[in-house]
């Protein structure tokens, strides 16, 4: 099972990016997958969550309305766009495939400063 991310970088408050994380090693379209987060000096914490087969998500509460967790099960790809940027956003993402077989990408850092 291999996991990796891109997309991260350093952006002002209010701007965008996109987080992706190409799969492999298993079969993508059965796993429900997850992006966390780990600010400095805090836990690692769930910030979206997808279901297999794209229908379902959910949202930490302190990023509802401002990131989208998507899916392209046909490229193997998870998708977080992260949209109004805050400064508490900063930290290392990584993807996470759920499920028994667990599994977590290297991670990708996000820092959010003016």
């Known amino acids: 099972v291999q996991l990796v991310e891109s997309g991260g970088g350093s952006v002002q408050p209010g701007g965008s990016l996109r987080l992706s994380c190409a799969a492999s090693?298993?079969?993508?379209?059965?796993?429900?997958m997850s992006w966390y987060r780990q600010a400095p000096g805090k836990e690692r914490e769930l910030v979206a969550f997808?279901?297999?087969?794209?229908?379902?998500?959910n949202y930490a509460d302190s990023v509802k309305g401002r990131f989208t967790i998507s899916r392209d099960n046909a490229k193997n790809t998870v998708y977080l766009q992260m949209n109004e940027l805050k400064p508490e956003d900063t930290g290392v993402f990584y993807c996470?495939?759920?499920?028994?077989?667990?599994?977590w990408g290297q991670g990708t850092q996000v820092t959010v400063s003016s």
């Open positions: 997808i279901s297999s087969g794209g229908g379902s998500t």
């Open positions: 090693g298993f079969t993508f379209r059965w796993s429900a």
């Open positions: 996470h495939k759920e499920g028994l077989q667990e599994a």
